[in-house]
């Protein structure tokens, strides 16, 4: 199979996370009652002119910047011409010859080896509105709510070399445009949306292969499954000495294959030209600057820093890194207490596992980093012990109490007591004289059973390394 | 002649007219007789002569992001020829 | 309009009582100036201006009844451009300069007829019939704003709003013997503006003299951020005296009269241009080289952005939309095959054609090339003088029933006022004489960007030491 070369082209469209639409004030926000979030402007309605959103072009500078892209300085809005009914001007407004940022570039990581993907442009457009279609009428509904929201469109070089490489860059892009908080990244729902340009050719040909251009994969696995079927295809077609047919098709995740969307009839000819009802967007150093310094750290450098910062291993640094919001907890952990490694634990165990479990972000859960280092002192001071410490952080998570509070109430504190531990012994002694005296002729594995009468005693609150070490000595002496 | 019928129908086909024969005969003769107007544009020497686009010399005109009231749905569909709970039904899209 | 305003004040006038006058003449009137007139409307709006006369206003615009062109929204009354695809069109929104007029306390009478889309120079293409030129009811009053200029020749309205992509302000204004101004490209809102070419569509003023033009721009014009090519900053009221011009250059290209210029309108314009002489200005003969292209020019730019336009016309979610289509590309075609008159087709056919793949660059791209070369032209003159003076149209009105079959020799009469357009200049039609037959002819002023103050002063000059904006039909 790997007689032949792969070369794979991504285009993005991501959806910006701006309080309104890229032209007019409507909410760009999802969820809204049909057509509630919709006004002249968005709607196409007769002699309505639209007005750049200015967040639009700060978060798409963000991104350019945050991918080593090259900043347009004048920038040019155009229409793209064609009819369809959820494009209500007859024309989409996007950015054409002149995109806001050029030549970047995404370092990917496969099986430990680096890889530079070439970001080619990312520019600024709108979105369409959506069509819904009767199930039963030869009729379809219209919904302009998504009409106007702001999309980013990324578009990569060919340069990624197989279906695995794909879904690394749009792993890494994605999580880029989470940090830059700029997309919440929802695949499902639509907002990070992925097209894909795939050809194959022989190796050591320098010429292209034909390409087929693949739509509708929702997914990581998704687009994963599409282009390794698309390869497979290729390859078959190939070798079988048949030509690949130019071509834009579609992922049928119910069939698991992908098939031809022959419907798009018509060549296309979108007529491109400068949009008259905008005028050129000038943008200047300082405006790039401001958006510069204000920046936040992207995924790869903080996995780097979290390693040698705190000494995390590189696994942890991945996990933690993840999102922006969790490695921020993460910090803030670390600022009130300095054991990077105890606190990565529990984070990739317990705090991930509530997330999960409530089915929440971080914002929403109940323990804050205060929460956590207070219990985590009580576990370094012997207060309590870490199967006690689960449970605290259990009834934390889903109280909002702190672990102070839920010790007391539910007398959850370790007895570190030696006085009060050695009467208790004492007297367990006294009453089991038959396992003492056969402890003490050499049947030293009885000291698990006094360890546990101490524990019945105590109702499980004994500091157990000290209930260990009493026992032994007062038998052993 | 320049522009050819089929050239006409493709025009026509790209902005969603249908011409009768007729009218195709007609615009055939009268967008030939335009473009051949046209043409005496090709004559001039514009080599390096930036393209004019707009005719203000404004370089930036942006909005804050600021949520203004959207109108009520009521109001978004008024002038819709055909609706549904709240949605603008269409004949079927294929896709 | 001032003499209204003084009877108001002076003479116990109220706007209700001649808004009722004025409806019942608007009744009788065969013109077909109006497509539709918003009776109840207007006395709303007359019983508010009473109101705000009632507390002293001393606003001039305070219950005077104005018309608006239908190519410009009114939020509750029907714009229809004068097409069947928006014959039931109602905005839920009015243009920005409606609001302002509104605000002004004027009463906004109704809607006037128009070429459809704006698209002609004669106002016989409207789905509502051709408008009459009041000085000869058997010719065109001009376009596309032909309604508008009717309206105001006719006294049935005292001030009009038209829109003006290629001359439709200053051509009806020449036609019908009034006072029309198309101001510089980004002073007056486009926002509520039905647009056909949006880089060259300017709303503009049309009244019987310039200082009534200089009252209605003053209302309308200054920064709207709703429109994003609308340029910010100061904009000062109009000096409703006139310019002395004395020691005031005014240019005379000889590319504006060539051939095709009729010797009526040559000897009336060249009356114009001398009478200026006497008040103290210096003629000054300039060259605008790459005027002749103008046309052609205009005819690329403007169908390219017209056919964009108006792809927004596909029966989805408002306008027409044809019956018994059997699929949505049937749905299309026949809305927009039934929505369309000939001359909107052949504008949108020709302005996909030119920005189609393959000759966007031969014709789109050039002409936008050659449009720099126009504007330039212009800013070389106005180094040698303050003003441009010529013809507005070559011709006078003509019968509606001489109308040329062929289409590029009408596009043809719009050579000298499409170049202010190109080159977002202000420009004014005013009255400065008549034909052998008693039509009206019109002599265009152009000054530099943002000059208007200088082009309705010149306008006021003339004026006051003529009387051919006095003439009534
Ligand atoms: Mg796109
Ligand atoms: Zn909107």
Request: one cysteine or more.
């Amino acid at each position: 199979m790997r007689d032949y070369d792969i070369v794979i082209g991504l285009e993005v469209h991501a959806q910006l996370l701006t309080e309104t639409k890229i032209f007019c004030g409507c909410s760009a926000r999802a969820g809204l009652a049909p057509n509630s979030s919709t006004c002249p402007v968005c709607m196409g309605m007769p002699g309505v002119l639209p007005v750049l959103n200015s967040k639009v072009v700060e978060f798409g500078i963000r991104l350019g910047l945050a991918t080593g892209c090259t900043i347009a300085r004048r920038n040019v809005f155009a229409r793209k011409n064609y009819f369809y009914p959820d494009l209500p001007k007859g024309y989409q407004i996007t950015q054409y010859d002149r995109p806001l940022c050029e030549r970047g570039f995404l370092e990917i990581e496969i099986a430990g080896t680096k890889k530079r993907i070439g970001i080619t442009r990312i520019h600024m457009e709108e979105d369409a509105g959506k069509n819904i279609h009767d199930e039963h009428e030869p009729v379809s509904y219209m919904d302009f709510n998504r009409a106007g929201v702001p999309l980013l469109e990324i578009v990569s070089e060919p340069d990624i070399a197989g279906p695995d490489e794909a879904v690394a860059y749009l792993k890494e892009l994605r999580q880029i445009l989470m940090f830059l908080d700029i997309c919440d990244g929802n695949m499902e729902e639509g907002s990070f949306r992925c097209d894909a340009n795939i050809s194959v050719k022989p190796k050591g040909v320098a010429a292209f292969g034909i390409r087929t251009e693949l739509k509708n994969m929702n997914s990581f696995r998704n687009v994963g499954k599409a282009l390794e079927f698309e390869v497979d295809r290729h390859i078959g077609i190939l070798k079988a000495g048949g030509r690949v047919e130019q071509d834009t098709r579609l992922w049928d995740v119910a069939a698991n294959r992908t098939r031809s969307m022959r419907s798009k009839e018509e060549s296309h000819d979108y007529r491109y030209f400068p949009d008259p009802d905008l005028v050129p967007l000038e943008v200047d150093e300082a405006w790039i600057e401001e958006i510069r310094s204000s920046l936040p750290e992207l995924p790869s450098a903080k996995r780097k820093r979290f390693q040698e910062e705190y000494g995390l291993p590189a696994y942890d640094a991945d996990v933690l890194t993840q999102t922006k919001a969790l490695a921020d907890y993460f910090e803030q952990c670390s600022e009130l207490l300095d054991s990077p490694k105890e606190i990565s634990n529990w984070i990739m165990t317990e705090v991930l596992r509530v997330l999960n479990e409530q089915d929440i972000a971080l914002p929403q859960l109940k323990v804050t980093p205060g929460m956590l280092t207070a219990m985590l002192t009580l576990i370094s001071t012997g207060t309590i012990s870490i199967s006690m410490a689960k449970e605290v952080f259990a009834e934390m998570a889903s109280s909002g109490r702190t672990a102070e509070d839920i010790v007391q109430s539910k007398g959850l504190r370790q007895i570190s007591d030696e006085d009060e531990l050695l009467g208790l012994v004492q007297g367990i002694l006294e009453n089991n004289p038959a396992e003492v005296k056969k402890y003490r002729q050499g049947k030293t594995q009885l000291l698990g059973f006094f360890v546990g009468q101490l524990m019945k005693a105590t109702k499980g609150k004994a500091n157990p390394n000290l209930a260990n070490s009493i026992i032994k000595e007062m038998l052993e002496s | 002649m320049k522009i050819t019928d089929q050239e006409v129908l493709h025009v026509a086909g790209l902005s969603r007219l249908k011409l009768d024969e007729h009218e195709l005969k007609r615009f055939l003769r009268e967008l030939n007789a335009i473009v051949d107007y046209m043409d005496m544009l090709a004559q001039i020497d514009t080599a390096g002569v930036p393209e004019t686009v707009h005719a203000t010399m404004l370089t930036r005109a942006l909005r804050q992001d600021i949520p203004e009231r959207s109108q009520e749905r009521a109001a978004a569909l008024a002038n819709a020829p055909s609706q549904r709970e709240g949605k603008i039904v269409v004949p079927r899209v294929i896709e | 309009m001032f003499e209204i305003a003084r009877l108001y004040r002076r003479f116990g006038l109220r706007p209700v009582e001649l808004l009722e006058e004025l409806l019942g003449t608007i009744r009788r009137d065969n013109l077909n100036a109006y497509i539709t007139v918003d009776e109840e409307g207007a006395l709303r709006d007359a019983q508010e201006a009473e109101q705000i006369l009632a507390q002293g206003s001393d606003d001039v615009l305070a219950g005077i009844p104005l018309a608006i062109k239908d190519n410009i929204c009114t939020r509750g009354i029907r714009t229809t451009c004068g097409s069947n695809i928006l014959a039931d069109f109602v905005p839920a929104y009015d243009a920005t300069v409606v609001e302002r007029l509104r605000k002004r306390g004027a009463i906004i009478i109704g809607k006037t007829n128009l070429d459809e889309f704006a698209m002609g120079s004669t106002t016989t293409t409207s789905n509502a019939g051709p408008t009459k030129n009041p000085f000869d009811e058997t010719r065109t009053p001009g376009g596309s704003s032909g309604g508008s200029a009717a309206a105001v020749a006719a006294d049935l309205c005292a001030g009009a709003l038209g829109s003006d992509t290629g001359g439709s302000i200053r051509q009806p204004a020449s036609f019908c013997g009034i006072t029309g101004l198309k101001p510089t490209y980004g002073s007056v809102s486009r926002f509520g503006l039905v647009a056909f070419a949006s880089s060259l569509d300017q709303i503009g003023p049309m009244a019987h003299s310039a200082r009534e033009t200089a009252v209605l721009f003053d209302a309308i014009k200054g920064h709207d951020p709703k429109d994003s090519t609308s340029v910010p900053g100061e904009y000062a009221p109009i000096d409703l005296n006139a310019l002395d011009m004395h020691g005031i250059r005014i240019g005379v290209p000889q590319e504006f009269f060539a051939e095709g210029l009729s010797p009526d309108v040559e000897r009336a314009v060249r009356f114009g241009i001398t009478a200026y002489e006497e008040l103290g200005a210096r003629i000054v003969p300039i060259r605008l080289p790459h005027i002749r292209y103008g046309v052609a020019v205009y005819y690329v730019i403007a169908t390219a952005e017209a056919s964009s336009n108006l792809a927004r016309y596909d029966g989805v979610r408002y306008g027409l939309r044809a019956d018994g289509a059997k699929d949505l590309t049937d749905m299309y075609l026949q809305t927009r095959s039934q929505g369309f008159g000939a001359e909107v087709k052949r504008r949108i056919m020709l302005g996909t054609y030119v920005l189609s793949a393959g000759y966007y660059d031969a014709y789109y791209k050039k002409a936008s090339q050659v449009r720099t070369l126009i504007a330039r032209d212009f800013s070389e003159a106005f180094g040698q003088c303050d003003l441009i003076a010529g013809p507005t149209s070559p011709v006078t009105s003509f019968g509606l029933d001489e109308m040329m079959d062929d289409p590029l020799s009408i596009y043809l009469l719009d050579i000298y006022t499409i170049p202010a357009n190109l080159a977002g200049l202000p420009a004014l039609s005013i009255p400065c004489g008549f034909a052998e037959d008693g039509l009206p002819i019109g002599m265009q002023l152009m000054a530099p960007h943002f000059r208007e103050d200088r082009l309705l002063g010149a306008g006021m000059a003339f004026q006051d030491c003529t009387r051919f904006h006095r003439v009534k039909p």
